[in-house]
């Protein structure tokens, strides 16, 4: 929900941490959207669900983003201190939400 807050409030902040700048409008529309809006409303689903199955799908989502960012190291040759930071706070959400449900 952190993540979403300041996706939503700082859209530009964001984008320079994670090193893609929105340059128009519409880009920080994008990141309004969904490193805002979206990440908020999966915390806030977990939050008000308490339920295994959302806590499980949110967890295995983001385990699945980590996954594909290390595909992309492989196919994209993204290796980089800064992706796999991003690798590790993904991997780090997931599991931790999957490894609460045990």
Known sequence: MVLGCLG???PRAVGRVLGIEPARPLGISEFRATYGGFFLCLGI???VAQSVQVFTVVGAA???AAFARMISYVVDGSRS???LAG???EAGIGLALLAAQL
Do not use: A, Y
């Open 62 to 64: 983001w385990c699945v």
């Open 81 to 83: 201190s800064h992706n």
């Open 87 to 89: 690798t590790g706070v």
């Open 45 to 47: 689903g977990c939050l």
């Open 8 to 10: 939503l409030l700082f």
